[in-house]
């Protein structure tokens, strides 16, 4: 098939390599100029595990390109996939400004029949929106082209793009026209086991809140587990147990359930905030989901709590080092990665700062500056040269089995703030290192 992809972020990029990889005849559109030219010679814009050689592999065999001419990519191919960003303000507001540029260059230049995907994620109704925008340009120059619009949500997370568009846990395909509903399907079938059960097809306001309800289900799930982290510390309990002992009931099941330093990213928070303020504006007060943003905002602060129990609310001066400043693993992605929060906490207390990161560290620059007291280190065993403390805040593979003789050698008072539970409290105290977990006996 040819496919016209708009968008090479993240998930855009990622899809456009996993479908050239299939077969598929792939343009990619970005509206970044600059993007489109270091893509077009092998630049990755961001870290993805596995993405980089994939879009090597895409390029070298002629089935994926890039430009930045939304006009050829509005020409391009039978499917067209809006894949923009739609960032979300502080209330919840979702800017839909992106999805709707790409909307009105495809009605303006497309010349003949198409099936428009919707796959950035976006409130109920925004597939009408699209079709609404692309029939007005269409009118306005007399085109008469049929064009289907359809919803095709996207779970793939960071840090596993390439594995999760690969092998789907399960395809949504939110259409009502047939041909649009017969493309997807084909398109999609090679990449499950069980297309009867795991491509499903619905309306397209349906699958428009599958995706918001998908992202809020995970978010309620950890803000959850991080409340119920607060009470096995006070309880002398340990969260990692307890974590066991519910996710093998099947009812409930093994996944997101880590309790740490609060989730980030840019979709759970964006999301939970936007479909909140959706239903607000129809009237309804999700509770639930008010609790779990507020949860996540406190949760965010848990490790600068630690810390400042620790050294009994003095703060200023010391020096921490910080392993990992990304969202999650895997990733260079900073945006609304707990870690910010903790350095401006930390900057505020007039601590000094000492980080490293496998990737992030140019991101992290980018956004922080030089605002705060802060050495960007090369190496994990850099950042703890001088240190007091450590503190733990992404669980990237490389921090995961330190030396701790050396940490306890390194560090003037030697504590560690796991941030994401990975360290085994015995054998860190055993070397003689304090260890404060989250939901793991020492509690504040
Ligand atoms: P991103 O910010 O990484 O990438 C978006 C890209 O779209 C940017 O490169 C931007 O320049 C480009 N763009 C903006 N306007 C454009 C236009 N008019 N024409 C062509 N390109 C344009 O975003 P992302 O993380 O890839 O997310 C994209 C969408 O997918 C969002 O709606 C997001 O909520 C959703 N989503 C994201 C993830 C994720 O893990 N990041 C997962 C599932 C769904
Ligand atoms: C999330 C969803 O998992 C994807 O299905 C979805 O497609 C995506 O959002 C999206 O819409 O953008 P992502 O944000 O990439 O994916 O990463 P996650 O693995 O969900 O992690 C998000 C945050 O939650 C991270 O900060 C992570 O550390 C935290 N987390 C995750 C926990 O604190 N505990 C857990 O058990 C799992």
Same mark, same amino acid.
């Given at each position: 098939?040819?496919?016209?992809?708009?968008?090479?972020?993240?998930?855009?990029?990622?899809?456009?390599?996993?479908?050239?990889?299939?077969?598929?005849?792939?343009?990619?559109?970005?509206?970044?100029?600059?993007?489109?030219?270091?893509?077009?010679?092998?630049?990755?814009?961001?870290?993805? +595990?596995?993405?980089?050689?994939?879009?090597?592999?895409?390029?070298?065999?002629?089935?994926?390109?890039?430009?930045?001419?939304? $006009?050829?990519?509005?020409?391009?191919?039978?499917?067209?996939?809006?894949?923009?960003?739609? +960032?979300?303000?502080? *209330?919840?507001?979702?800017?839909?400004?992106?999805?709707?540029?790409?909307?009105?260059?495809?009605?303006?230049?497309?010349?003949?029949?198409?099936?428009?995907?919707?796959?950035?994620?976006? +409130?109920?109704?925004?597939? *009408?929106?699209? *079709?609404?925008?692309?029939?007005?340009?269409?009118?306005?120059?007399?085109?008469?082209?049929?064009?289907?619009?359809?919803?095709?949500?996207?779970?793939?997370?960071?840090?596993?793009?390439?594995?999760? $568009?690969?092998?789907? =846990?399960?395809?949504?395909?939110?259409?009502?026209?047939?041909?649009?509903?017969?493309?997807?399907? @084909?398109?999609?079938?090679?990449?499950?086991?069980?297309?009867?059960?795991?491509?499903?097809?619905? =309306?397209?306001?349906?699958?428009?809140?599958?995706?918001?309800?998908?992202?809020?289900?995970?978010?309620?799930?950890?803000? %959850?587990?991080? *409340?119920?982290?607060?009470?096995?510390?006070?309880?002398?309990? =340990?969260?990692?147990?307890?974590?066991?002992?519910?996710?093998?009931?099947?009812?409930?099941?093994?996944? %997101?359930?880590?309790?740490?330093?609060?989730?980030?990213?840019? $979709?759970?928070?964006?999301?939970?905030?936007?479909?909140?303020?959706?239903?607000?504006?129809?009237?309804?007060?999700?509770?639930?989901?008010?609790?779990?943003?507020?949860?996540?905002?406190?949760?965010?602060?848990?490790?600068?709590?630690?810390?400042?129990?620790?050294?009994?609310?003095?703060?200023?001066?010391?020096?921490?080092?910080?392993?990992?400043?990304? %969202?999650?693993?895997?990733?260079?992605?900073?945006?609304?990665?707990?870690?910010?929060?903790?350095?401006?906490?930390?900057?505020?207390?007039?601590?000094?700062? @000492?980080?490293?990161?496998?990737?992030?560290?140019?991101?992290?620059?980018?956004?922080?500056?030089?605002?705060? =007291?802060?050495?960007?280190?090369?190496?994990?065993?850099?950042?703890?040269?001088?240190?007091?403390?450590?503190?733990?805040?992404?669980?990237?593979?490389?921090?995961?089995?330190?030396?701790?003789?050396?940490?306890?050698?390194?560090?003037?008072?030697?504590?560690?703030?796991?941030?994401?539970?990975?360290?085994?409290?015995?054998?860190?105290?055993?070397?003689?290192?304090?260890?404060?977990?989250?939901?793991?006996?020492?509690?504040?």
């Amino acid at each position: 098939m040819k496919l016209a992809i708009f968008g090479a972020g993240y998930v855009g990029l990622s899809f456009a390599a996993c479908m050239a990889e299939a077969g598929h005849d792939v343009l990619c559109a970005d509206a970044d100029a600059s993007r489109i030219e270091g893509l077009q010679q092998g630049q990755m814009p961001l870290h993805e +595990p596995g993405l980089e050689a994939l879009v090597a592999e895409g390029l070298a065999a002629g089935r994926l390109r890039f430009t930045a001419d939304k $006009c050829a990519a509005s020409m391009h191919g039978d499917v067209l996939f809006i894949v923009v960003n739609t +960032p979300a303000d502080a *209330e919840g507001e979702v800017d839909l400004q992106h999805v709707m540029a790409v909307a009105r260059s495809i009605g303006q230049h497309r010349d003949r029949d198409a099936v428009v995907v919707c796959k950035s994620t976006a +409130p109920v109704g925004t597939a *009408e929106q699209v *079709e609404a925008v692309l029939r007005d340009e269409l009118s306005q120059r007399g085109a008469v082209h049929r064009i289907a619009v359809a919803v095709n949500p996207e779970f793939l997370r960071e840090g596993s793009a390439v594995r999760d $568009c690969r092998q789907p =846990d399960r395809v949504v395909i939110g259409a009502a026209d047939p041909a649009a509903i017969d493309l997807l399907t @084909q398109l999609y079938a090679p990449f499950v086991t069980d297309p009867t059960k795991q491509l499903l097809v619905m =309306d397209r306001r349906s699958a428009e809140l599958t995706k918001y309800a998908a992202n809020a289900m995970l978010a309620t799930r950890i803000s %959850f587990m991080n *409340e119920m982290a607060r009470v096995a510390g006070h309880a002398g309990a =340990d969260i990692e147990m307890v974590r066991r002992g519910i996710g093998s009931d099947r009812r409930i099941g093994p996944d %997101f359930l880590q309790a740490g330093a609060g989730y980030g990213g840019s $979709c759970l928070a964006k999301d939970v905030r936007a479909l909140r303020h959706a239903a607000d504006r129809d009237g309804q007060v999700l509770r639930i989901l008010s609790a779990v943003e507020a949860a996540n905002h406190e949760q965010k602060g848990r490790l600068f709590d630690l810390m400042t129990h620790h050294f009994e609310g003095d703060i200023a001066h010391k020096t921490i080092a910080l392993w990992g400043l990304a %969202f999650k693993p895997d990733t260079d992605d900073m945006r609304d990665a707990p870690s910010l929060v903790l350095l401006e906490r930390l900057w505020a207390a007039g601590a000094r700062v @000492q980080v490293h990161d496998p990737a992030a560290m140019p991101n992290a620059r980018a956004i922080v500056g030089e605002r705060g =007291d802060v050495r960007w280190c090369d190496t994990p065993e850099d950042a703890l040269e001088g240190a007091d403390v450590l503190a733990l805040v992404t669980e990237w593979p490389v921090f995961r089995r330190p030396a701790f003789a050396r940490i306890a050698s390194t560090l003037k008072t030697p504590a560690i703030f796991d941030g994401r539970n990975v360290y085994d409290a015995v054998e860190v105290e055993a070397a003689g290192i304090a260890y404060y977990g989250i939901g793991r006996g020492r509690s504040v």
